[in-house]
């Protein structure tokens, strides 16, 4: 079982919509959750943080950390075509630099 | 200005070569890192280095070196290339090795091995 599991889609939505992202984890020492965006042939770039559980927002970004269940969460609302583009999911434990990426899923917003 | 760079962006070289890749970052950033993309997009950590020193070495097989002569540099040296190789390899760093402020990518070298 890999530490992270993310959907790598691809995922297809029109413009406007609610989008929901997740990844699954299996342990329980994370303490950093990331969310990072990579478009094509860059590099990826930080888009969300989270330290341990709750909820951040950001402008039409929000993500979720349930450590309970080990699922964390982004959610984009009113989705543009700008936004298409691969989602990956990082997880770190503490005190390390040494982040787990997901697979990554790769969203499309059609205009 | 960028702020981590990577020379070369694309790099197409025949088995059994050896190459290198350089990265520069100007953040003032403490730690340094090597991750390795794959076809499936999977991205795995290599190597990590902060102050200069090695604090992460991922079951990378020996052909592949780094070296950080000071802490805006880390370089990748890989000895007699294979196949399977062939992948994006992305420098990044941080401000330190405690994950408080995620990292910075660079663009990524594209190495195709045939």
Redesign the interface.
Known sequence: QKEVEQDPGPLSVPEGAIVSLNCTYSNSAFQYFMWYRQYSRKGPELLMYTYSSGNKEDGRFTAQVDKSSKYISLFIRDSQPSDSATYLCALGPSNTGKLIFGQGTTLQVKP | DTA?SQTPKYLVTQMGNDKSIKCEQNLGHD?M?WYKQDS??????MF?Y?NKEL??NETVPNRFSPKSPDKAHLNLHINSLELGDSAVY?C?S?R????N????????T?LTVV
Do not use: D, W
């Open positions: 981590v730690t890192y499936k997009k999977f991205l795995k950590i990590s902060n604090i992460i992305f990044a941080s330190s090795a405690v994950l402020y995620g990292y910075t990518f660079g663009s990524g594209r």
